[in-house]
Each structure stands twice: as structure tokens, then as C-alpha cells.
């Protein structure tokens, strides 16, 4: 049956941009070492609400065959699943939206005179080409008012579970953070955790500490952020009776409590001078002194930290200690922001929404019993979700659907009350691609130039990837100038330079790698160039 669905397209001059094996340098998308991506639709709002998270593999587009969509064929299932189901919503049509490869590696959409399809807001009349740059952030895809998929690229061969060690996800991002989890769990190095805000870290502290070897021992959270500087130290490293004011006995400390256990300190960027101090010590030599005492108390703890703040600033302008953060990133685990993990926000919003829906009585939402009633979440409201950047990440749109749900109690499908409406208000943007019939974009060098606050994280570290980390080439297909590159890297919580990575990492991708730069920049995610100058300057060639 599938195979009356894929039909030879007459002639495909490139490959797509995102075939590894073949497409050159400048047409690479994201990728992931040891795998080939490939375009993918993943179910984010569905009638059933069980079907959001199946995927179909756009696969044939590959070998530059279309793939038809209507509403009986094909199969979308779960990653690595063996069984799957078509969308089977009775109000799709069975006359087609067809995908096929696009000009420059991009991907053509063909509506057909079947079910309507909007995208970023418009309603799609006629075949519109999406560029690769496009397809790698996520392109939301609304069918007859009642499905909304998420058009992205996937690895193929991802078997994770999409709730698996308790995060909720099928997205790349995530699945990297899952293995970089499962490398280093029964390990005793201490781990820095990167990302924003809301987006999860103390969640990957919990994981670490659940798959390793002390899991039987205590996990303790301790938000440096929310600690009086003037108390940081005896609260971290305790206080002997009479130390200052107030000490009226001896105090453990949090190092002490988390003995041959997990100690997680969040916001560590907020750590006073004389903290870090200390902290480089017991990560030293595993020993601490107490607040107010001589004598030096041996602690085995496994240190998990993590922050929002870009430390590499921090120690340009004296306030962060470079020894420090070399000692904390014993390994680091970049947490990449919900606006890049579009595929995973449905999965989300159906996570968030059950845990309140269960709380009222209403779960049974999630699965009506009749297939003709009317959405509870709509495709357009779930679009609007999906476009939202959430600058509050994961924390945020828990709130939003705790809004949403108990706003709409009792009521048959969610609407957006007034709040929520400017919330989620979208800025006035053109949909993404362009009319099949508009004449290609100019070479990247021809772009006419950009504002570098108009860049989005996802947006640049695909035009890294595209140049194989080269800034200038990168910089070219952005339309910005080479030296915002710099200027926007240093903004990101999860992108870095050369210079900033520490001796000890380059050592060690070296010799995993075996000397091979290529490969060290892929791992590193680094320009070459610059990686290259520091492995000379580490005298390793």
C-alpha cells in the first residue's frame, strides 16, 4: 500500500540539503554525528489526543520520490515502533497534500483540492517551497481544522521512549541530553548543565543522579540564587556555634547533607567570591571547611551545577573564576530551549494537561468516545503554541496549560481568554517559505543585511552546521556581518567558541577522535579554524 503513495518524481537535479552522504558543504542542515536526518511529520494536536507524537518519516523524499498525505495512508508511529495508524480523522479528506523535493534542497507542499491546509496563518492555494534552514527549525502544518503536524527533521534511527527518564520529548535536542545523561551518569566528574531558564536543568540533575551509582543516597537541591550572599557559605559548607551572629550551634551544611549522595547547585553564576573559593577546594581535594573552624571535613559528593548565565562574560569582567569553571565542567550537557524542540511542545501540552484535567475529573478529554466531536485542543490554538518562543521555556508553558485547562472547565474545547490572548500574540511575520512560482532567493552572499537581534538561536546554529562552523560562510548565508557571529554566540546559553572550551575537553575529543579536526568540530560544535589553533597551542600535533 505504501509503495502506490511514493511516485519518481521526472528529474531532481541536487540532492536534498540534508542527504549527508551526498549533498555538498553549504547545503548541510543540522545533523548528528554517526546519523543521516531526514524530514519528518510529528502528530501535535489530533481529535485522540493518544496520537500526538507519531511520526512518519519522510524518507522517500531521499531518493527525490513525493509522498502523498490524505487522510487513509500512510502510517504514523511512535519512534522505533513497529505498528502504526494513518490519521484516520473522519473529516480529512482522501485526496491528498503532497510533499516533494524542493528547489535547493528544500521541500515542496502541493495542496489538492482535498482538506484545507494552513500554514503560518494563511491558507495554502497554491505549491509553496520551504528552504531547508526552514524545515530545521520546524514548520507547524494545520489539516481541515483538525490535525496540526509538525514538519522537521528527525533522526531515523531514535529508538528513545518519548517519556523516557521521566523527560517528555522525541526531539533531537532532547535525545542528545538522554545520551549525554546515560554517558556520564555512573561516573563520579562533576557536570555543568547549561540552558536557560525553565528549560529543565534540576530535571537532568535528578536523572543523573536516579541512573548512577549513588541513586540509594541523598539527591539535595540548593538554588545559590535564592541564598543571602552574606549566609552562601555556611549554608553550603556549614557553621561552627559562635561563628557570627546568630550561630547559636553547629550547622551542617548542604555538602554535608548530600554526604555520598548528590549535591545539585543551581544558578551557580550567583556564587560570591569567597564561595567559589571554597568550591574549588572540595572539588580539589574533596575536603571543606566549616564556617568558623580549623579543622578540614572530608565530603564525597557527586557535584552536578548549572546556570543560565554565559561564565565565559563572567570571567572577562573578574567575576567568575576561570579554574572554577573548568573544574565544574568536568563534563557539560547544553539543555536546548522549548522554540527548538517544536515537535516535543505537543507532547508536552498533553503531559501538562492530563496531570490538571485528572485533577478535575475531566481526563477523559484526551480520548472522546466519539470521532466527530469538535477538538478539544484546536489545530489553530496549538499552532499558536507552537509558534509561542516561550522566553520561560518548559516552566512557562506548564503555566500557560494549567490556564488553559482550568480557564476552560467544563467547557467542550480550549479557547484563549483575554491574558492568555497577549501571552500568546505572534509577532506579524511573513508564513515561512515562498510561493512555488516566486523566483529563487539570491546566493547567501547577495542577501541584503539583517539585524543580528533578528537571528533566532535555531536559525544560527543551522547556518553554522550548514558551513561545517565556518563564522564568515555562516555570517554570508545569515546576512550578517562576521563579527555579530561572535557577538550572538556569546549571548547563547548553548553555543560557545574555541576559546572557551578547556584544555582538558580538547585533550580528551582528541584522542577519542583520533586527532581527526573534522570530526573534533562536529563533536565541539566549534569554528575549526580556531579549534585548530588550540590544539597547536596545546602542543597535541
Known amino acids: 500500500m505504501k509503495s502506490a503513495l511514493l511516485r519518481d518524481v521526472p528529474s531532481q537535479p541536487r540532492p536534498p540539503a540534508w542527504d549527508h552522504s551526498t549533498a555538498d558543504a553549504s547545503q548541510r542542515p543540522l545533523s548528528t554525528e554517526g546519523s543521516r536526518l531526514v524530514p519528518a511529520l510529528t502528530v501535535a494536536s489530533h481529535p485522540q489526543m493518544r496520537r500526538v507524537g507519531e511520526r512518519l518519516l519522510l524518507d522517500a523524499l531521499m531518493a527525490g520520490r513525493q509522498v502523498r498525505l490524505p487522510r487513509n495512508a500512510p502510517d504514523f508511529m511512535r519512534p522505533g515502533g513497529a505498528l502504526g495508524l494513518h490519521l484516520a480523522d473522519p473529516y480529512l479528506s482522501r485526496k491528498p497534500l503532497t510533499f516533494a523535493p524542493g528547489a535547493e534542497g528544500g521541500i515542496r507542499l502541493e495542496p489538492s483540492e482535498g482538506s484545507r491546509v494552513v500554514i503560518g496563518g494563511e491558507v495554502l492555494r497554491e505549491p509553496r517551497e520551504l528552504s531547508s534552514a526552514e524545515v530545521a527549525v520546524g514548520v507547524a502544518l494545520e489539516l481541515a481544522g483538525r490535525v496540526l503536524l509538525v514538519l522537521h527533521l528527525a533522526d531515523p534511527t531514535a529508538r528513545e521512549d518519548e517519556d523516557a527518564l521521566d523527560m517528555v520529548g522525541g526531539s533531537m535536542g532532547l535525545q542528545r541530553v538522554r545520551q549525554h545523561i546515560t554517558q556520564v551518569a555512573d561516573l563520579c566528574?562533576?557536570?555543568?548543565?547549561?540552558?536557560?531558564?525553565?528549560?529543565?536543568?534540576?530535571?537532568?540533575?535528578?536523572?543523573?543522579?536516579?541512573?548512577?551509582?549513588?541513586?540509594?543516597?541523598?539527591?539535595?537541591?540548593?538554588?545559590?540564587?535564592?541564598?543571602?550572599?552574606?549566609?552562601?557559605?555556611?549554608?553550603?559548607?556549614?557553621?561552627?556555634?559562635?561563628?557570627?551572629?546568630?550561630?547559636?550551634?553547629?550547622?551542617?551544611?548542604?555538602?554535608?547533607?548530600?554526604?555520598?549522595?548528590?549535591?545539585?547547585?543551581?544558578?551557580?553564576?550567583?556564587?560570591?567570591?569567597?564561595?567559589?573559593?571554597?568550591?574549588?577546594?572540595?572539588?580539589?581535594?574533596?575536603?571543606?571547611?566549616?564556617?568558623?573552624?580549623?579543622?578540614?571535613?572530608?565530603?564525597?559528593?557527586?557535584?552536578?551545577?548549572?546556570?543560565?548565565?554565559?561564565?565565559?562574560?563572567?570571567?572577562?569582567?573578574?567575576?567568575?573564576?576561570?579554574?572554577?569553571?573548568?573544574?565544574?565542567?568536568?563534563?557539560?550537557?547544553?539543555?536546548?530551549?522549548?522554540?527548538?524542540?517544536?515537535?516535543?511542545?505537543?507532547?508536552?501540552?498533553?503531559h501538562f494537561a492530563r496531570a490538571e484535567l485528572e485533577a478535575l475529573a475531566e481526563a477523559w478529554r484526551l480520548e472522546p468516545p466519539e470521532p466527530h466531536v469538535e477538538p478539544w485542543l484546536p489545530p489553530a490554538l496549538a499552532a499558536r503554541l507552537m509558534g509561542h518562543p516561550w522566553p520561560g521555556n518548559i516552566r512557562e508553558q506548564r503555566n500557560v496549560v494549567r490556564q488553559l485547562v482550568i480557564g476552560n472547565r467544563g467547557q467542550p474545547c480550549l479557547r484563549l481568554d483575554a491574558e492568555l490572548e497577549q501571552v500568546l500574540a505572534l509577532a506579524k511575520v511573513a508564513p515561512p517559505g515562498r510561493p512555488a512560482s516566486a523566483p529563487a532567493p539570491a546566493h547567501p552572499r547577495a542577501t541584503s543585511r539583517r539585524k543580528p537581534s533578528e537571528i533566532l538561536e535555531a536559525e544560527l546554529l543551522t547556518a553554522l552546521r550548514d558551513n561545517d562552523w565556518d563564522f564568515q560562510a555562516a555570517a554570508d548565508q545569515l546576512g550578517i556581518h562576521r563579527s555579530s557571529i561572535y557577538d550572538l554566540i556569546e549571548k547563547s546559553p548553548t553555543l560557545r567558541t574555541a576559546g572557551a572550551l578547556s584544555a582538558e575537553e580538547i585533550t580528551r575529543c582528541f584522542h577519542d577522535c583520533k586527532g581527526d579536526l573534522d570530526a573534533m568540530t562536529r563533536r565541539l560544535q566549534v569554528s575549526k579554524r580556531a579549534l585548530g589553533r588550540r590544539v597547536k597551542e596545546l602542543g597535541l600535533v
Not at 218 to 243: H, M, Q
Not at 263 to 287: H, I, K, N, S, Y
Not at 306 to 320: C, K, N, S, V, Y
Request: proline fraction near 6%; hydrophobic fraction near 45%; glycine fraction near 10%.
Open 189 to 350: 566528574v562533576p557536570v555543568l548543565v547549561r540552558g536557560e531558564t525553565g528549560s529543565g536543568k534540576e530535571l537532568i540533575a535528578r536523572a543523573i543522579h536516579q541512573q548512577g551509582t549513588r541513586r540509594d543516597k541523598p539527591f539535595v537541591s540548593v538554588n545559590l540564587g535564592a541564598i543571602p550572599r552574606e549566609l552562601a557559605a555556611a549554608e553550603l559548607f556549614g557553621a561552627r556555634k559562635g561563628a557570627f551572629t546568630g550561630a547559636v550551634r553547629d550547622q551542617p551544611g548542604f555538602f554535608q547533607a548530600a554526604h555520598e549522595g548528590t549535591l545539585f547547585l543551581d544558578e551557580v553564576g550567583e556564587a560570591p567570591p569567597e564561595v567559589q573559593v571554597m568550591l574549588l577546594r572540595v572539588l580539589e581535594t574533596g575536603q571543606l571547611y566549616a564556617v568558623g573552624d580549623r579543622a578540614p571535613i572530608t565530603v564525597d559528593v557527586r557535584l552536578v551545577a548549572a546556570t543560565d548565565a554565559h561564565l565565559e562574560e563572567q570571567i572577562q569582567a573578574g567575576r567568575f573564576k576561570a579554574p572554577l569553571l573548568h573544574r565544574l565542567a568536568g563534563y557539560s550537557i547544553r539543555v536546548p530551549p522549548l522554540r527548538e524542540r517544536r515537535e516535543d511542545i505537543g507532547l508536552l501540552f498533553r
